[in-house]
């Protein structure tokens, strides 16, 4: 099990007004005396007077704080643009003033207002806080005895969940000095607390794997020159793929119990072209009366031959390049290693990219090397493991899971979540 942990802070405001106050960024400068109001500047980034290091440089500074200066946007002074201009735009702190901004001067700007509480619409816990808000209004209150204690607006507010009300901004006390000279009005109930931060836990598990007697299963399908054939599921830890004659009588139940589960080689359709491509078909078949079997244990599935035939194979996880054939009456082969699927399986919940594969290729009665196109053979026997696809199917599913959280994140109004994964230990069964 996995769990997101989206994480919010509020940080645009304090920083927006560190940056004005700095003077540091051409352009970026308070519009009126009560510092209620700032500019900033607004040129086009495909204007030939545009000075990426000046026009864009409190663009850039907000994406590195963000952290979004990654490979990709290194030099995207649009895409900065862009990243504060939404920011901005969302947040209910700020107000774009229309009438004050200049866009059609040598220094285009904007203006943005700074948005008192009162205007905002925030929803403040008060219940839930108490406990803190009473620290909190003793240890401001030894801090200053002035009369205006009494004159702060009443914001509404309602119950929310403890996590909450876990910390209380400093942006509140900022605010205070930047609006203490706004008309107030009496016997209201003091609040001066902002919800800070704002924490979501998110479970993502996976399917519960499937019990032990039924992990072990084969989905098989025989091609002749391109076409399929015949497809069949089995379940059960071991499968014989072989040709039986149809002249042959089939073996009685009594016969057959105790021995593998069969696959017959079916004889070639009419629908396959006539040619000399098809007589070596009907020549080949006879060879493989023996046939291979195919056993899976706990480290994987291995293949043994018994069939005249030669079989080659080829699978994700050969180490030798070239050909791999199977020797008859030789020791079975390892075919699919379930310690390489599982080490090739968490590298792909962690780093996406392509899926482990989840199956193994068989040519009876010619060579197959990984370079050549399986549908040009006589004999093809494509072997999947079902229990491996369900548990990239569930890798997957994951890993979409965790991009929707991320798109979460990105989309915030004032783009400020961030997200995190940590691990869950799965509960005792």
Not at 66 to 82: E, H, I, R, Y
Not at 224 to 240: A, M
Request: with cysteine; aromatic share 6%.
């Amino acid at each position: 099990m996995a769990a997101g942990r989206m994480r919010s802070t509020r940080r645009l405001r304090s920083w927006i007004v560190e940056q004005v106050s700095s003077g540091k960024y051409p352009g970026l400068v308070w519009d009126d005396d009560a510092k209620t109001m700032f500019r900033i500047p607004w040129k086009h980034a495909g204007k030939q007077d545009f000075r990426k290091d000046e026009d864009a440089a409190i663009f850039k500074a907000w994406a590195e704080f963000k952290g979004k200066l990654t490979d990709g946007v290194q030099d995207n002074p649009a895409s900065w643009k862009t990243r504060l201009r939404c920011a901005l735009n969302k947040s209910p702190e700020f107000k774009e003033v229309n009438d004050r901004a200049q866009l059609d001067i040598s220094e285009p700007y904007k203006v943005y207002r700074l948005v008192p509480i009162s205007e905002q619409g925030l929803v403040v816990p008060e219940k839930k806080c108490k406990e803190k808000n009473t620290r909190r209004s003793k240890r401001r209150r030894s801090e200053s005895q002035s009369d205006d204690v009494n004159h702060i607006k009443q914001i509404k507010t309602e119950d929310v969940t403890s996590q909450l009300c876990e910390s209380l901004s400093e942006d509140a006390l900022l605010l205070s000095d930047v609006h203490a000279d706004e008309p107030v009005q009496h016997n209201t109930t003091i609040i001066r607390h902002v919800v800070d931060e704002i924490r979501l836990d998110v479970r993502i598990e996976e399917s519960v794997p499937a019990p032990a007697a039924v992990q072990d299963s084969f989905r098989v399908a025989v091609h002749y020159l391109g076409q399929e054939v015949l497809k069949r599921h089995i379940q059960g830890t071991d499968v014989r793929i072989m040709y039986l004659p149809s002249s042959l009588t089939p073996p009685t139940p009594s016969a057959l119990k105790g021995r593998f589960p069969r696959i017959p080689l079916p004889e070639p359709p009419p629908t396959l072209p006539a040619g000399p491509e098809l007589q070596a078909l009907f020549t080949l078949l006879p060879f493989m009366e023996k046939g291979v079997v195919l056993t899976s244990t706990a480290q994987g599935v291995y293949g043994k031959r018994f069939c005249q035939g030669r079989v080659f194979w080829t699978g994700p996880h050969t180490t030798m390049p070239g050909l791999h054939k199977m020797e008859r009456n030789a020791e079975p082969v390892l075919l699919f290693s379930k310690d390489v699927f599982k080490q090739q399986l968490e590298h792909y919940r962690s780093n996406g990219g392509e899926p482990p594969q989840c199956g193994i290729t068989m040519c009876f009665g010619e060579e197959l090397s990984n370079r050549e196109d399986p549908s040009t053979k006589l004999i093809i026997v494509q072997i999947t493991l079902p229990c491996a696809e369900q548990e990239v199917q569930n890798a997957q599913t994951f890993l979409q899971s965790i991009s929707f959280l991320q798109s979460l994140a990105n989309q915030s109004p004032l783009e400020e979540i961030t997200l995190e994964l940590v691990a869950v230990p799965s509960p005792d069964p």
